[in-house]
C-alpha cells in the first residue's frame, strides 16, 4: 500500500521529461500518496497502477475489506473493493495517470466530494484507464472527468479480444484535447466534451449507445450499432467518420454544419454500414461530401436505407465540391431507399459525377430501392456526368426552385421504377444529360415554370412520358 503522505519523485531535469513511475499488486493496491513526475523543460512523465481491480471512491483512504478472509488470502479468494483510488490523490497528482487493472475500473457515486461530483485533474495531466477483460463503470453517470491545458482522456475497456469489457461512463471534458473511448463491448456515456480536439469511441464487438458529444472531429466505429432509432447519437462536431460492421443501424443527430470526408475506416465512406441496418442521420446545417481524399460519401451495401436531412431553412446538401474531388459515390445502398431532403438547396455533382446507386441487388438477391431528393428551399441541382439510378425502386426530384439535369448526368430506372421531377420553378435537361427508363414505370415532368429539354427524354418499354410546365 502507497499511504497517505508517501511520495516518490521522478522529475525531469533541466533539460529532460519526467520518468515513469509504476506501481504493481496481483492482489490489489492503495494508492493514497503522491508522485511527482514534472519536468519544467521536458515531458511530463507518467504514474502507472496495476493491480487486479480498482475502485475510484470519494473518500480519503480505502477500507482493507479482505480482512475478514485472513490468515489466507489465496489466488482463488474473490477480488473485493479494497483496491480504492481516492479522489483526493488523483487531483493531486502532477504527473499524467494511468489507472490499468485485469478486470473492472469502478468510479463509485462521487456525489458527496466538495468538487460536486467530479474529478478535477491538474493542469496538463492526462488521464488513462485501462482493462483486460472487464468493464469501466461510473457508478453514477452524473458525475465527471475534467481535464485542463493539455490533458486528455483514453478509456479502453476489454483490451483483451472476446472479454466483452464494456465502458458505462458519466461525463468527460477537456480543454480542447482529444478523447478516445474503447471497448470490446457495448459503450454509454452521458457527455463527452472535447471543444475544438478530436473524439475516437470504438466498439470492436458491441454498440455505441446513446450519449452527447461535443468536438471538432469524431469518429465512430462499432458492431452493434451507433445510436438507435429512439435514442439517437447526438452530436456537435464538424467533420465526421462512423463505421458499423455486423447489426442494426447507425444514428446520429447533428448540429451545425458538417463535412463528411477524409475517411480511414471499412471502405472509405464518411458514414458506413455492412452490417444489415442502415444510415440516418439528421443535421441543423448544412452537409458536405467534399469528396477530396475518399470516393464514397454513404455505404450501405446489405439493404440498409440511408437518410440524410439537413434541416435549417437554409442549409444546403452538396458533394463533389472539394478542389481534389473528381469523381466520387454520394451514397450507395443495395437493397435500400436512399433519401436527402434540404431545407435549402441539393447540388449533386459539383466538381466531378457524384453518383447515388440504388440499383445494385445486394448479397441476399434484393434489388435496390427508390432515391428521393427534395430541395424544400432552393434549386436542385445534378451536374458533371453524375449518375442516379434504380432498380424496382421509384426516382423522386423535388424542388422548391428549379431542376437542372446536367453535364453528362443521367437520371435513370432500370426496370418498373417511376421517375418524377417536381419544381416550383422550371426544369432544365442539357443536350449532353438524359431522363430514360428501360421498364414500365413513367416519366412525369411536373414545373411551374418552363420545361427546357435539349435532349431526349425516352422511354424504351411501355411506360409513359408526361410533361407539364407554364411555357
Known amino acids: 500500500n502507497f499511504e497517505s503522505g508517501a511520495e516518490i519523485e521522478a522529475e525531469g531535469g533541466a533539460s529532460g521529461n519526467g520518468g515513469t513511475v509504476e506501481v504493481s499488486d496481483k492482489t490489489g493496491g492503495i494508492i493514497n500518496g503522491n508522485v511527482n513526475t514534472e519536468a519544467p523543460d521536458g515531458t511530463i512523465g507518467t504514474f502507472l ?52 487493472a485485469a478486470s473492472s475500473i469502478t468510479i463509485d457515486n462521487l456525489s458527496n466530494t466538495p468538487a460536486n461530483g467530479s474529478i478535477t485533474l491538474q493542469p496538463n495531466v492526462s ?123 447507425i444514428f446520429i443527430n447533428n448540429t451545425g454544419n458538417l463535412t463528411l470526408d477524409d475517411y480511414s475506416l471499412g471502405n472509405g465512406a464518411g458514414i458506413e454500414n455492412i452490417g444489415t441496418g442502415g444510415i440516418t442521420l439528421n443535421n441543423s446545417g448544412s452537409v458536405d461530401f467534399p469528396g477530396s481524399t475518399s470516393f464514397f460519401g454513404l455505404y450501405a451495401p446489405n439493404g440498409g436505407n440511408i437518410t440524410v436531412n439537413a434541416a435549417g431553412s437554409t442549409s444546403n446538401i452538396t458533394s463533389c465540391d472539394g478542389t481534389a474531388c473528381t469523381g466520387m459515390i454520394t451514397a450507395e445502398s443495395d437493397g435500400g431507399n436512399v433519401s436527402f431532403t434540404a431545407g435549402g438547396g441539393i447540388t449533386i455533382g459539383v466538381n466531378g459525377f457524384a453518383d447515388i446507386h440504388t440499383d445494385y441487388s445486394n448479397a441476399s438477391g434484393e434489388n435496390g430501392g427508390s432515391i428521393t431528393l427534395n430541395a424544400s428551399g432552393g434549386n436542385l441541382n445534378i451536374e458533371n456526368g453524375t449518375y442516379l439510378g434504380t432498380n424496382t425502386g421509384n426516382l423522386s426530384l423535388t424542388a422548391s426552385g428549379n431542376i437542372g439535369i446536367t453535364g453528362g448526368s443521367q437520371i435513370y430506372a432500370e426496370t418498373t421504377g417511376t421517375i418524377s421531377l417536381n419544381a416550383s420553378g422550371g426544369i432544365t435537361l442539357d443536350n449532353t444529360s438524359n431522363i430514360y427508363s428501360q421498364g414500365s414505370g413513367d416519366i412525369n415532368l411536373n414545373a411551374g415554370g418552363a420545361i427546357s429539354l435539349a435532349n431526349t427524354i425516352y422511354n424504351s418499354a411501355n411506360g409513359n412520358v408526361s410533361l407539364t410546365g407554364s411555357s
Open 49 to 100: 497502477i496495476d493491480p487486479t481491480d480498482l475502485v475510484i471512491t470519494d473518500s480519503s483512504a480505502g477500507s482493507g475489506d479482505q480482512d475478514s478472509n485472513l490468515p489466507c488470502i489465496l489466488f482463488s479468494t474473490p477480488d473485493t473493493t479494497n483496491n480504492t483510488v481516492s479522489v483526493g490523490s488523483l487531483e493531486s497528482q502532477t504527473s499524467s495517470i494511468v489507472l490499468q
Open 127 to 249: 488521464l488513462t484507464l485501462q482493462t483486460e477483460t472487464g468493464n469501466i463503470t461510473f457508478n453514477n453517470t452524473g458525475n465527471s472527468i475534467v481535464t485542463s491545458g493539455t490533458g486528455s482522456i483514453t478509456i479502453e475497456a476489454g483490451e483483451q479480444s472476446g472479454s466483452g469489457g464494456a465502458a458505462a461512463l458519466g461525463n468527460l471534458t477537456t480543454s480542447n484535447q482529444n478523447v478516445t473511448v474503447s471497448a470490446s463491448g457495448n459503450i454509454s456515456f452521458s457527455a463527452i466534451s472535447a471543444g475544438t480536439g478530436t473524439v475516437s469511441i470504438s466498439s470492436s464487438e458491441g454498440a455505441i449507445q446513446s450519449g452527447t458529444i461535443t468536438a471538432n472531429e469524431l469518429i465512430l466505429q462499432a458492431a452493434d450499432g451507433i445510436g438507435t432509432s429512439g435514442a439517437p447519437l447526438t452530436t456537435t462536431v464538424s467533420m465526421l467518420q462512423a463505421y458499423n460492421t455486423l447489426s442494426n443501424g
